[in-house]
């Protein structure tokens, strides 16, 4: 008989080579507190590899202007280097086209424009809004400020006990009155993968449009927007070994032509005078002012990476990584995994009965084990599961088996020191 940890280490081995990729990443070789690195903490932000701090730094160093402005050699390669990375979002996510991707600041800011656009012109008084209980906050208060300006209704399919969406709940919501759905395909306090493509499924058979936010799948998984159907798809370029600063909003067919302006400035427009302005055609008509060309140009690196070690690859490996956590962690004494429905992504949120979570990741720490702790912007998600807060070890590409046995070790030593 082999034991867990000797199949996953097998499987792990077939599957990525884990120690080659770890020195891709600088990071990983610090000694915080005089201990190795254990970083758990990638669904709040990913390390970056050295692929994309030379990109960063080379386009500094050789290929600074701003874009769609100049003739001259700089601007022009800077356009072609911006338009490279959108091209290559376009392929990772398989958009049909690169005018239905448009560069924003984060995921937050993407769900934000699609709540003010096509608020503007598509929601009113007494409409309904469907989000879930499982939402970060990302993907509700936008919809909640829309909800105040217009007078529509947010209504939120509950989970089931393993952190489910309800998807009988869900599609008692749907009705004449739903606007747009807004759901989360990973949520990033519970690891639940939802099923998105029944989701839209059920969502379109009513003539409902739908958004999901993707900050925790599009760096775990292999998105294909157009088999699943999505209307609109945000993610952040971070989370995914790209650099901050970078979001993506994804918007299917005609979408973007349908949407007034998000921010009115220079570079989404077609002719201003002091009476009007007629807009450019999207993807300028959303991105105002000079976006964040640097970021968006290194995150094409991050894009290239994940494709070369391949995203199902990677999801296998966290699938290994988040087994052993769970049997590991979920088998001491007082922890009570939060999330445990059989579709997840590698994020492990538990409570320790008697001991605060913030206590948890304050002591981990002095083992060098980064993990988060506290509401991960899903207060409405701790009610439900009735606690304030959770600690979660989050997973990726570069994280191995001893990273989760360091995990286990300083969680023993939480035990000892509250007894
Ligand atoms: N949605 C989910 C599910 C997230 O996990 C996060 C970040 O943790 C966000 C949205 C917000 O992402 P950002 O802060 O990059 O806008």
Same mark, same amino acid.
């Given at each position: 008989m082999t034991t867990v940890t000797e199949r996953t280490q097998a499987g792990v081995m077939n599957a990525l080579d884990v120690h080659r990729i770890r020195a891709?990443?600088?990071?990983?070789g610090i000694r915080p507190r005089g201990k190795p690195l254990v970083y758990l903490d990638s669904a709040a932000t990913s390390q970056k590899p050295r692929q994309v701090i030379d990109a960063l730094r080379r386009y500094y160093e050789e290929e600074n202007g701003n874009i769609h402005r100049g003739v001259h050699y700089l601007s022009e390669l800077a356009t072609a280097r911006y338009d490279e990375t959108r091209e290559a979002v376009r392929r990772f996510i398989n958009a /049909?086209?690169?005018?239905?991707v448009v560069f924003t600041r984060n995921t937050t800011e993407s769900v934000n424009l699609v709540a003010s656009s096509f608020g503007q012109a598509f929601v009113r008084s007494g409409d309904e809004i469907v989000v879930s209980i499982m939402e970060h906050h990302s993907n509700l208060v936008p919809w909640q400020l829309l909800a105040e300006r217009t007078g529509a209704v947010i209504r939120a399919v509950p989970v089931t006990d393993r952190g489910e969406l309800d998807l009988e709940a869900f599609g008692r919501l749907l009705?004449?009155?739903?606007?747009i759905v807004a759901l989360t395909w990973?949520?990033?306090?519970?690891g639940t993968v939802n099923p998105v493509r029944r989701i839209v499924e059920m969502a379109h058979a009513r003539g409902v449009p739908v958004l999901l936010d993707g900050a925790q799948a599009a760096p775990h998984l292999a998105i294909d927007v157009q088999a699943v159907g999505c209307d609109f798809l945000a993610f952040s370029g971070h989370k995914m070994l790209g650099p901050t600063g970078v979001g993506i909003l994804y918007a299917r067919g005609d979408w973007f032509d349908r949407l007034p302006p998000y921010q009115g400035g220079?570079?989404?427009?077609?002719t201003v005078t002091i009476e009007r302005t007629t807009f450019a055609r999207p993807p300028s008509r959303f991105? /105002?002012?000079?976006?964040?060309i640097a970021n968006v140009v290194a995150f094409r690196a991050a894009i290239e990476y994940l494709e070369q070690v391949g995203l199902d690859a990677v999801q296998r490996h966290e699938h290994l990584l988040l087994g052993e956590a769970t049997v590991r962690v979920g088998a001491m004494p007082g922890v009570r995994v939060i999330g445990t429905a059989p579709e997840k992504a590698g994020v492990l949120s538990f409570t320790m009965e008697g001991v605060h979570p913030h206590d948890i990741a304050t002591i981990l720490d002095q083992h060098g084990v980064a993990i988060r702790a506290g509401h991960h912007c899903t207060q409405p998600l701790m009610a439900r599961f009735g606690c304030g807060a959770t600690a979660r070890a989050s997973f990726y590409l570069y994280n191995t088996l001893d990273d989760v046995a360091a995990l286990a070790t300083a969680l023993e030593s939480v035990h000892q020191v509250f007894g």
């Open positions: 891709d990443f600088p990071i990983l /049909a086209d690169v005018r239905e009705s004449h009155r739903t606007r990973v949520s990033n306090a519970l220079g570079d989404m427009i077609e991105e /105002a002012g000079t976006p964040d």
